[in-house]
């Protein structure tokens, strides 16, 4: 059997296309994570989005 370890919230954000989807995982506050189930074309929204916020930051906070 293998070693439970318990899961925190941290650690990165990670991404991942596991068949047909494209799986992010979030830290969340508090312990775990928030898994974030996208296709292809949500993806590509979410993209854009970001990088319009990101886009629109101080360039200190880049």
Known sequence: MAAMK???GDGPIEVAKEGRII???IPAEGGGRLVIEL???EAAELKEALESVVAALPAARV
């Open 6 to 8: 318990p899961r925190t």
């Open 23 to 25: 799986a992010m995982r």
């Open 39 to 41: 296709n292809a074309a």
